[in-house]
């Protein structure tokens, strides 16, 4: 099989994986939900590159969002999420190439993580406002700087716990020969 049939086949498989983990594990929060579909992207991301960690946190989590009733989050989800799968393989493939796999595991999954934290903070604390005012989406949800605030913690933790997992996982994954064999 060439590499642009994995690259698709797999990030199908990911992006499905992605959404089936987001949508049916969460936790609802003051305006998301907590989840940990993002053990997935982080897996993807280290297991077959930051292309396809990009593209199955981005569409997984964003057709979760759509599925869950959070439409207002979908495009935001879209690029944070998918930037959170580039950034961690991204990371992965230069600590690798460095011949350092097991502290790419480490610094890869939690620095995207905090990036999903923060991306989230961004949009609730400055944009997520604006629009939905404009839009007149769910006046249910509240946005703004102190809303932003009070769910940084909690979507820290996602990032972090996420990490955790994904480390977890990831060690006996990556030394799988079947899978090694599998890498785009």
């Known amino acids: 099989m060439d590499k642009k049939t994995k690259f698709w086949i797999f990030s199908g498989i990911l992006i499905g994986a992605v959404f089936v983990l987001t949508f049916t594990i969460k936790i609802?929060?003051?305006?998301?939900?907590?989840?940990?579909?993002?053990v997935i992207i982080m897996l993807a991301s280290i297991l077959f590159g930051?292309?396809?960690?990009?593209?199955?946190?981005?569409?997984?989590?964003?057709?979760?969002d759509i599925?869950?009733?959070?439409?207002?989050?979908?495009?935001?989800?879209?690029?944070?999420?998918?930037?959170?799968?580039?950034?961690c393989g991204l990371i992965f493939?230069?600590?690798?190439?460095?011949?350092?796999?097991?502290?790419?595991?480490?610094?890869?999954?939690?620095?995207s993580g905090i990036w999903m934290a923060v991306g989230y903070f961004l949009s609730e604390a400055f944009v997520l406002k604006y629009v939905s005012s404009a839009l007149n989406v769910n006046?249910?949800?509240?946005?703004?700087?102190?809303?932003?605030?009070?769910?940084?913690?909690?979507?820290?933790l996602q990032g972090?716990?996420?990490?955790?997992?994904?480390?977890?996982?990831?060690?006996?994954?990556?030394?799988?020969k079947f899978i090694g064999k599998m890498r785009t």
Do not use: C, H, M, W
């Not at 930051?50 to 057709?63: H, P, Q």
């Not at 599925?67 to 950034?87: H, N």
């Not at 949800?141 to 009070?150: D, E, H, I, N, S």
């Not at 972090?160 to 799988?176: D, E, G, M, R, T």
């Open 50 to 64: 930051k292309g396809v960690g990009f593209l199955s946190g981005s569409f997984g989590s964003a057709l979760s």
């Open 93 to 111: 493939e230069k600590l690798e190439k460095g011949k350092k796999p097991n502290i790419g595991f480490i610094v890869a999954t939690i620095l």
């Open 160 to 176: 972090i716990l996420s990490a955790v997992i994904a480390i977890v996982l990831i060690v006996p994954l990556y030394k799988n």
């Open 28 to 38: 609802p929060l003051l305006t998301g939900y907590f989840n940990i579909g993002d």
């Open 67 to 87: 599925a869950s009733g959070y439409l207002v989050y979908a495009p935001f989800t879209f690029i944070i999420k998918g930037l959170e799968g580039y950034i």
């Open 139 to 156: 006046r249910d949800l509240q946005f703004g700087f102190k809303t932003a605030l009070v769910n940084l913690p909690f979507n820290l």
